[in-house]
């Protein structure tokens, strides 16, 4: 099975993606790993992005398809693989297709995670973790016993600076802009598969197993 995973910020893509690698014994490919682990290990795709970054630039396709090309010959990636957070844009997916047929791996589908805008500003805005243990908390849909208490240790209960309304709907905006038009790009493939994102985590693998059925 060889996949991109597209879906906007709070679609539950991250969490889906990870549930499909285990059951299929296949890798998923976040390129923000790709790139950090490059930049540690000084790898001279490494230097590059390390570069771009200190000069304050966007990392260009270039390297991180070249990363992606190394990924993918990795043993565990044998068998297929998931692409999460990448492409981004209509030039990156191209530039992804052709080093995939020049290897002989194209993909087979791009899954599209889909959820209403307004219910991504209150999965978003509504998360609160606990500062003690981790644990994650959403006052809208899964909200703790006491209002700003962790239920397992009591902890308080706070919000991530970036999860206000404003941050979180220019976000939406740069997805909707940006990286909708992938949406159009892999329908004209014949490659997109459009799953319902709204639902708990189980109902929503249900139907993403039921869209990926018969992919190798």
């Known amino acids: 099975m060889r996949i991109v995973l597209l879906g906007a910020p709070g679609s539950g893509k991250g969490t889906q993606g990870k549930r ?66 990448f492409p981004r844009n209509v030039a990156q997916a191209e530039a992804l297709d052709s080093m995939l047929e020049e290897i002989g791996r194209p993909l087979q589908a791009a899954l599209h995670i889909e959820v209403d805008f307004d219910i991504l500003m209150k999965r978003l805005t509504g998360r609160r973790t606990c500062e003690e243990c981790g644990q994650m908390y959403n006052i809208y849909t899964s909200p703790p016993r006491v209002e700003g208490r962790c239920d397992k240790c009591g902890g308080r209960l706070v919000q991530r600076a970036d999860d206000n309304e404003e941050t979180i709907s220019r976000r939406l ?8 038009p992938l949406i159009d790009y892999y329908h004209r493939q014949g490659k997109l ?13 249900a139907r993403i197993a039921g869209q990926l059925k018969g992919l190798a």
């Open 193 to 205: 598969l459009d799953v319902d994102g709204d639902g708990e985590v189980d109902e929503v693998h």
């Open 20 to 85: 499909l690698a285990e059951e299929h014994g296949i890798p998923q490919i976040s390129t923000g790993d790709l790139l950090r682990a490059a930049v540690a290990a000084g790898t001279p795709l490494g230097e590059r992005a390390r570069a771009a970054m200190e000069a304050g630039q966007l990392v260009s396709d270039d390297v991180v398809v070249g990363l992606i090309r190394e990924r993918l010959g990795g043993s565990d990636a044998a068998g297929g693989f998931i692409l999460d957070g």
């Open 173 to 180: 905006e740069v997805y909707r802009s940006q990286t909708m």
